[in-house]
């Protein structure tokens, strides 16, 4: 039945991700992935929903709104470029700093759990590899790595998080 569930689902959950991703600035794939996670979770802890079409675009809406949220929220460092292209009209401190920066990612990176210090590691690469490729050099599904890099992102940000001083006020 839950076999039955899922191919039913796959269409309309591909249709209503194609929609709606784009709008949120991510990819449908990666959308997608987050919403079978979410089905997957309420299949173990209530069973199948009994209204399936209307919970998958549910779910598809509240993935949505989570993603403009943590959008919304996520600023980036600009002033903290690693990317040793641009130490070219930099002075000796600067170039000091940036590497001291590049020493520290790549640590903390070592420390992460699981598969996440090659995943990252691979992103990191200064070849710069394609999705297809970090994917066949992993050995996991091209569609998993947007929601696992995302994951090791936030393992990443809360391992940093003590260690890295509040750039401004807030509230």
């Known amino acids: 039945m839950t076999h039955d569930l899922l191919t039913d689902l796959r269409p309309l959950l591909a249709a209503e991700a194609c929609a709606e991703a784009h709008a949120t600035g ?22 199948p929903p009994s209204d399936p079409h209307g919970w998958l675009r549910r779910a598809v809406r509240a993935e949505v709104r989570r993603t403009r949220r943590t959008t919304r929220f996520e600023q980036p460092y600009d002033t903290y470029d690693t ?4 130490d ?19 640590e903390a990176v070592r420390r992460l759990p699981g598969r996440c210090p090659r995943l990252l590691e691979a992103f990191l690469s200064p070849e710069d590899p394609t999705y297809q490729e970090i994917a066949g050099e992993l050995g996991i599904s091209q569609g998993s790595l947007g929601p696992e ?3 090791c992102l936030g393992c990443l940000r809360r391992l940093l998080a003590p260690e890295v001083a509040a750039r ?3 509230g």
């Open 88 to 106: 070219r009209d930099r002075g000796p401190e600067q170039l000091a700093l940036a590497a001291a920066r590049r020493r520290a990612l790549r």
């Open 26 to 47: 991510t990819e449908p794939g990666d959308l997608e992935q987050a919403v079978w996670l979410r089905l997957l979770e309420h299949l173990a802890s209530d069973g």
């Open 83 to 86: 990317d040793p292209a641009d």
């Open 149 to 151: 890099r995302s994951r």
């Open 168 to 170: 401004q006020l807030r």
